[in-house]
């Protein structure tokens, strides 16, 4: 499975952005998804991850109320909406795929990973 991030880029504090991760695979579905990120300096994070079957959500503490995930089986896509974004949400974002298993925070429990795009949120 390959993955392939992107819709990063430079917004002011308070500002939305909306990550896109497609997938090259003819069993979408059978994916649990995650958005993970990595600040420079700090170790990777898990921040939002969506079950294969759909059902459920499950993020950060850090970004809950703020950001959502969701799952697109048709386009074979995860997105990642960013509101009301802060500073300390730059980071490197990185989507990654494990099939047919929960939502975990770990990311030595997923298989397969995206390139990350940047997210940089100015004050």
């Known amino acids: 499975v390959q993955l392939q991030a992107s819709g990063g880029g430079l917004v002011q504090t308070g500002g939305s952005l909306r990550l896109s991760c497609a997938a090259s695979t003819r069993t979408f579905s059978a994916y649990t998804l995650a958005w993970f990120r990595q600040a420079p300096g700090k170790e990777r994070e898990f921040v939002a991850g969506i079950r294969w079957s759909g059902t459920s959500t499950y993020y950060a503490d850090s970004v809950k109320g703020r950001f959502t995930i969701s799952r697109d089986n048709a386009k074979n896509t995860v997105y990642l909406q960013m509101n009301s974004l802060k500073p300390e949400d730059t980071a490197v974002y990185y989507c990654?795929?494990?099939?047919?298993?929960?939502?975990?925070?770990?990311?030595?429990?997923?298989?397969?990973w995206g390139q990350g795009t940047q997210v940089t949120v100015s004050s």
């Open positions: 990654a795929a494990v099939a047919f298993k929960e939502i975990v925070a770990v990311s030595t429990q997923y298989e397969y």
